[in-house]
Structures are given as C-alpha cells and as structure tokens.
C-alpha cells in the first residue's frame, strides 16, 4: 500500500499540534518541506519548527530540502530527528558526497528533482539511495497544479530501479490529491506527499484514507 506524507507546509501553524496528531493517528509519515529563499523564491520554516513536530511526531520525518548547500546542514537535521532526508540534485556539485554525508548521519538519504530535470540524472545514484523525490510541480510554493508528465517520468524512473535490482522507494510531491494517487501509484510511486489536499479539506482523515485506498472522493 502507497505511504502518505502529509505536508506540514499546509498545516495549521496557529493550531500545529492538532493537525500533528492528525497525522499521527492517519497518516505514515511527516513531510517537511525547508526552504531558504534563495534555491526556491520563498522561505518556510527552519529547525525550531522541525524540533517541535519532532517532540510529538509518532511517525518518520521526512525533511525536503530545497536550499543551497544542503551539506551544511545534515548533522543539524539528524539531531532534530529526522529520518528521511532529500537535497535536490541541481542544489550541489556532487550528490554523492551528500548522501553518504546523510548515511552517515544515520537517515536514508533521496534526490530530489523539478520537472525540467530528466529522470535519468538520478540513474547514477539509485543504489545508493533509500528513495527519491519527483516534484510534479515547481519546487518552491504549495497549490500548484499537477504536471501529467510525471506518471512516464515515475514509470521511466521505476523500471530503472527494477533493472538495477535496487531497492529504493519512489515519493511524489506537487498537486497530488485522491484524485490521482490511484494513477501514481499504478505508475510506481511508493510515497505520495499531500498538503492542500489534506490540510484544506473538512476532513483530513478522509482524505488520507481515500488515497491510502485508491478511492476517489
């Protein structure tokens, strides 16, 4: 069955330990997506907030960072607990380096890339990572609207992992909803990340439900 991540970016920051349970009770893990303002045009929240979720998180923190020199900031990461960590590919020199950095720091390590990035770039790294990351939209704001090339892209994407005989988990972020995670996870996904989609509904818990069961609502 696909995991569900919701993104915290979406969540209620005047009412964040209510939706942390929210996710505790529902969901599989917490999606924390870090932005520095200068590899993507905005600026989320940094490790106060991270160290809070991680007090009460029940589940896996799955940290997304989009900013520049990542490396700098892998020992903090692991010491606030988290326990999935992604950099995206065009953000350093040698992505090697960084996920053994990462291994090393005992968190399964992931790439991740923008749409305009070909899929194959992350050939290279497959056995050496715990997953990777296919934006199906723009890194940098939540809401966007889902880009249909990323189906062939995790398709592409997974036969590779296959062909490879590694084992590496496929996560899907942007515009994701139970409209389409039926499709994403027919195409190869392993993790879907959520924000609006879970966040904004009347009934988060339903939602995460429907895509955790294929069922559109």
Do not use: W
């Amino acid at each position: 069955m696909v995991q569900i991540a919701p993104s915290m970016l979406s969540a209620d920051f005047l009412h964040l330990e209510k939706d942390v349970r929210m996710v505790n009770e529902n969901a599989d893990l917490f999606h924390l997506d870090i932005m520095d303002g200068t590899f993507v045009p905005n600026i989320s929240y940094g490790f106060p907030v991270v160290e809070a979720i991680a007090k009460k998180a029940e589940k896996p923190l799955d940290a997304h960072l989009m900013i520049i020199n990542p490396d700098k900031y892998v020992e903090r990461f692991a010491a606030a607990g988290v326990k999935m960590l992604s950099f995206h590919y065009d953000a350093v020199e040698e992505p090697a380096y960084v996920i053994e950095m990462i291994r090393a720091n005992g968190m399964m390590p992931g790439i991740a890339i923008n749409p305009d990035i070909p899929v194959e770039k992350l050939f290279p790294y497959i056995s050496s990572c715990g997953f990777m990351l296919i934006m199906s939209v723009f890194a940098g704001f939540g809401g966007q609207k889902f880009i249909e090339t990323t189906y062939s892209r995790i398709r592409t994407l997974k036969d590779e992992i296959i062909r490879q005989g590694a084992e590496c988990l496929i996560e899907v972020d942007g515009g994701v909803s139970p409209a389409n995670a039926s499709a994403l996870a027919d195409a190869g996904a392993d993790i879907l990340v959520a924000g609006s989609a879970v966040f904004k509904a009347a009934d988060p818990s339903a939602v995460i439900s429907a895509m955790k069961q294929d069922q559109i609502i």
